[in-house]
């Protein structure tokens, strides 16, 4: 089915491991974005990518790094994981022009 | 900056009840305004949008006016079900502002549980 899928659903990290969050779209879309979504915080950007080749950071990039490795997928790292991380991770697309997200399942991460 | 500011939940309301979740918005542009809906385990799910003053947006009983007048676009349902029980998220994209991105301002989200 076409859609946005996210890679793993759920990881457990100690603190100070990485890990790269995977994110692929098969629609075609130009944009594709990272949030994290946290209780009574709501949704807050991390990363975009506006098209491929080029990346910009969001409202809460600290901790983060992003890589769009070609139009179909864009992937986020921790280098060094705290505990203030844990979230559910969410990937994101958008044509442009096209009004409204197509959102993957999320990943669920706690840093312990 | 752009801002968004929903009603707080839960909202709690037996089925076959009239359903509205109260959305404010502040934008220096003209911006498109949207409702998403997040169901459990889920990523958010597009509900219903629209792009100018006036306009109104429906999908699956769900309606929603763009009131420029009072900067509004409440989700309202005429008959909630219980298959509605979820985290409804208002949001705005200002497209003046953010250029070919459109990234949207997402408001807190606002849980809807129906009961039978």
């Known amino acids: 089915n076409a859609g946005v899928t996210q890679t793993p659903k759920f990881q457990v990290l100690k603190t100070g491991q990485s890990m790269t969050l995977q994110c692929a779209q098969d629609?075609?879309?130009?944009?594709m974005y990272w949030y994290r979504q946290d209780p009574g915080m709501g949704l807050r950007l991390i990363y975009y990518?506006?098209?491929?080749?080029?990346?910009d950071k969001g409202e809460v990039p600290n901790g983060y790094n992003v890589s769009r490795l070609n139009k179909r997928e864009f992937s986020l790292r921790l280098e060094s994981a705290a505990p203030s991380q844990t979230s559910v991770y969410f990937c994101?697309?958008?044509?442009?022009?096209?009004?409204?997200?197509?959102f993957g399942s999320g990943t669920r991460l706690t840093v312990v | 900056g752009d801002s968004v500011t929903q009603m707080e939940g839960p909202v709690t309301l037996s089925e076959e009840a009239f359903l509205t979740i109260n959305c404010t918005y502040t934008a220096t542009g003209y911006p498109s305004l949207f409702w998403y809906v997040q169901y459990p385990g889920e990523g958010l799910q597009l509900l219903l949008k629209?792009?100018?003053?006036?306009d109104k947006g429906s999908n699956k009983g769900f309606e929603a006016t763009y009131r420029k007048e009072t900067t509004s676009f409440h989700l309202e349902k005429g008959s909630v079900q219980v298959s509605d029980s979820a985290v409804y998220f208002c949001?705005?994209?200002?497209?003046?502002?953010?250029?070919?991105?459109?990234?949207?301002?997402f408001g807190r989200g606002t849980s809807l549980i129906v009961h039978p």
């Open positions: 629209a792009t100018k003053a006036d």
């Open positions: 994101a697309s958008e044509s442009q022009g096209d009004y409204g997200y197509t």
């Open positions: 949001a705005l994209s200002d497209q003046g502002r953010s250029g070919g991105s459109y990234i949207p301002t």
């Open positions: 990518s506006a098209s491929e080749g080029t990346t």
């Open positions: 629609m075609n879309h130009n944009s």
